[in-house]
C-alpha cells in the first residue's frame, strides 16, 4: 500500500519531503478551498492543472511549475509511462476561436518558452528551466507525488518533444493545443545535503522561489546533470514481469466502460468483424507494424490475423519478423483462461511473437503463465483499447460510434 501523509503533518512541517508514489491526504471534510493538501504543500495556487511560481509574461522567471492531472477530461488523458519514464502532458487550451497561448493560467506560453530552451544545448539556456513537480489526482480524492520532470526525453526526436494539435470539441469548434513530453527523472542519487535518498527535500522550494535552486544543496543531483550538461536520466521501471490484476486491465471511468461495452455489443454477433478491428487497433498501437490481414477462418491454423514487423525501421537494412493475432470478444466480466491463451501460444511459430486482444480481462493463471514461461505474447486488454482509441482522439461513445460505422459496418461482412 502506498504511503500517505496527513493534511495535519503537511501543516505542522512533520512532513518536509516528496516521496514518488506518496499519497498526500486533503483535510477531511474536504469542504472548500481551504482543504486541499496541494496548496499547502508546494505554495501554490489553489486550483488549475498548471501552477507556476514566478514570471512568465513579460521576463521569463517561472521558478518551478506544479503540473496536477486529473485525468477527467475525456478529451485530454495525459500518460505516465513508469516503464519508460516518460511523461506525455496536454496544454491548457481547450476552446474553440482562442489563440493557443492566451490561456487563463499561462500553461501553453510557459511550455513554449521552457522547450524552446531546452531545444538550446548550453547551460546557460537550461539553467532558466524551472523544475516541474508531477502530482496526480487519486481514487479518494487526494494527490500523489508521481516525479520530478524535466521537458524532453532522450529516445525522442527533439521536434516530437512538443507539438501543436488539432482538436474539436463536440459542443464546439476547433482549437489548438500542446502535446508536451517530459522525462521523469530518476532521483534515486539524491543532493548535496542527502546523497542516496530518492526524495525531494521541500526546502529546496525556499531556494528555487529565491533563484537559487540550482545552487542549492537541497537540489536533485539528475537534476542537477540535466542542468549542467543535458543529460537525461529517466526514472524507468521493469514492468515486462508484472501480472495485471483485473482492476489494472478494464477502465474504471464511466465513460471508458461504457465505450467498452459498446464495442462489445457492436461485434458480439460478428466475430470476424472484431478479429478485423483488433487487427486495425494492433497496427495503431505500434508503428513498426507492415501490414496485418485477417485469415480465412478455415486456415487460420489458430491465428486470428497474421502481420509483418520491422524491426530497426531506421537503419537501411530493417530486420523484419511476423506475428500472429488472437481476438477475443468476451463481456467484462467473462475472462480469458489458459484456453485460449495456449491456444495462440500453441501455433506462433519459431521467431514469431502473438498479440492477444480482448474486450475483457486475461485471468491470473494465465497470465502467470505468459510471465514465467517468458511467452513472446503482449496482450491488449480492456483498459489498452480504450487507451489506443484515446491516443487517436476517439474519447466518446459518440466518436466511437462513428468510427466504427465508418470503418467496420454492421452490413458488412469482413
Known sequence: ???????????????????????????????????????????????GGFRPIGEYKHNFDVKYVV???????????????????????????????????NTKLGGNLILKQVFELASNSNFSERKKIPPFFLFEKTSDNNVKFSGLLVPGYKDINQKEWLTAIWAKRNEGGRFQNYKAMFTVLDTSSGSNSNPNDASIDLRWLDDLRNGKGYESKYAPTSWKKWIEKGIYKPLTVNLDSRIRSREEQLPSNNNQIEMLK???????????????FAIS?????????????????????????????????????ALKTTFAV????????????????????????????????????VDKQ???????????????????IIDILFQNQITDIIKLKDYLEKYFPQDLDI
Open 326 to 361: 488472437e481476438a477475443k470478444c468476451y463481456d467484462l466480466n467473462n475472462s480469458v483462461g489458459v484456453k485460449e491463451t495456449s491456444r495462440l501460444i500453441s501455433r506462433i511459430r519459431h521467431r514469431q511473437f502473438g498479440v492477444f486482444v480482448t474486450t475483457s480481462f
Open 262 to 276: 459498446y464495442i462489445h455489443d457492436y461485434f458480439i454477433d460478428k466475430p470476424t468483424n472484431f478479429e478485423a
Open 281 to 317: 487497433l494492433t497496427m495503431l498501437a505500434d508503428g513498426n507494424i507492415i501490414n496485418c490481414d485477417n485469415t480465412r477462418p478455415s486456415r487460420d491454423g489458430g491465428r486470428d490475423g497474421i502481420g509483418e514487423y520491422r524491426i530497426m525501421n531506421k537503419i537501411s537494412q
Open 366 to 384: 494465465a497470465y502467470k503463465e505468459i510471465i514465467e514461461d517468458e511467452q513472446p505474447i503482449a496482450i491488449i486488454s480492456g483498459i489498452d
Open 1 to 47: 500500500m502506498n504511503n500517505k501523509v496527513s493534511f495535519e503533518e503537511v501543516i505542522s512541517n512533520k512532513n518536509n519531503k516528496l516521496i514518488i508514489d506518496c499519497i498526500y491526504e486533503n483535510k477531511k471534510p474536504n469542504v472548500d478551498y481551504s482543504c486541499r493538501v496541494l496548496p499547502k504543500l508546494m505554495r501554490v495556487q489553489n486550483s
Open 67 to 101: 503540473l496536477y492531472s486529473t485525468n477527467e477530461d475525456i478529451y485530454w488523458q495525459d500518460v505516465l509511462d513508469e516503464e519508460l519514464g516518460l511523461y506525455i502532458y496536454y496544454g491548457d487550451n481547450q476552446k474553440a476561436g482562442r489563440d493557443l497561448h
